[in-house]
């Protein structure tokens, strides 16, 4: 009997948060108060909810971040572990725990406040943790980490020889040498809108996110598009991390294999509501392409 394939060895630097999540008929103009229609606190942070996602699409996924000592940071850890992503590089810190203020719409789009608290502290990398990013398949940052542990995780897989991916978010001006360690960026329109055509045409491989007209690459053979999949869509809080994980977790496969899967897992996340309960397994988004 063959056994399954082996998914690519992925080591995820970046955030942990509790989500406290509030519905809401509408967005609250300025100084207005709303009456919402529902609240669920969930762990998150895009780190996590990416690390799990490529975990879900059969990635074999290490985390390196930081949780508070508060009552948050047992089941942000717990919720790591149930999905098997490791977390022996999941520092705690005094403090408060990550946390994201989260609004959902009666359309499903969301806004949403981050605390960076415990993540803040994550300035500079260990030797074990240098070890670990050395030995992954590819090394996955986004922007709720201090930029400066970002360009030094990037920079050292880089130079190990190893696919770096950064999921610019929030985003943000990128610094030259964050730029010059990135290979392949994801991104949605309004983002790549921001970072500017000049800065991502120094970046190999670029991927963007469309919303309801799929996703776009561009990359060193040329161009392509892969149309999104019909949903109902609920809720898009998880659908940008479900897309950046299994993007991640398919990537050797081939960008185009890989931008459609993720397109599968995005749309999926997003006819589910919440963030980490939104995100699909492996078996869920092969059954989808099929």
């Known amino acids: ?23 809401v008929p509408k967005f609250p103009a300025p100084g207005e108060t709303l009456l919402g229609t529902g609240f669920a606190a969930t762990p998150g ?17 290490e985390f390196i971040g930081a949780v508070g000592d508060d009552t948050f940071a047992l089941d942000l850890r717990q919720t790591l572990v149930d999905d098997e992503v490791g977390t022996s590089n999941l520092r705690e810190v005094d403090g408060p725990s990550g946390v994201a203020l989260i609004t959902v719409d009666s359309a499903g789009e969301n806004t949403i406040v981050v605390a960076g608290n415990a993540n803040t502290t994550v300035t500079e990398l260990n030797d074990g943790e240098l070890d670990l990013i050395a030995a992954a398949d590819i090394v996955m940052c986004q922007l709720e980490l201090p930029v400066s542990v970002v360009i030094a995780a990037l920079q050292h897989a880089r130079r190990n020889g190893r696919v770096t991916l950064l999921n610019p978010s929030p985003v943000q001006e990128l610094p030259d040498e964050l730029v010059a360690a990135i290979d392949v960026v994801v991104l949605n329109a309004r983002e790549a809108e921001r970072i500017g055509a000049d800065v991502l045409a120094r970046i190999p491989h670029v991927v963007t996110t469309l919303g309801a007209d799929g996703a776009r690459y561009r990359g060193p053979g040329g161009s392509s598009e892969v149309p999104a ?5 609920l809720d898009t809080t998880g659908a940008g991390d479900a897309f950046a994980g299994t993007l991640a977790a398919f990537w050797r496969d081939g960008p185009e294999s890989a931008l459609r899967a993720a397109c599968g897992a995005g749309a999926l996340a997003a006819s589910r509501r919440g963030a980490i309960e939104s995100l699909p397994t492996r078996a869920e988004i092969d059954a989808l392409l099929s």
């Open 1 to 23: 009997m063959t056994s399954a394939p082996v998914g690519p060895a992925i080591t995820v630097v970046g955030s942990v948060n509790m989500d406290l999540v509030a519905a």
């Open 229 to 233: 999949f019909a949903v109902d869509v």
């Open 45 to 61: 942070g895009k780190g996590a909810n990416q690390a799990i996602a490529a975990a879900r699409a059969g990635a074999q996924v």
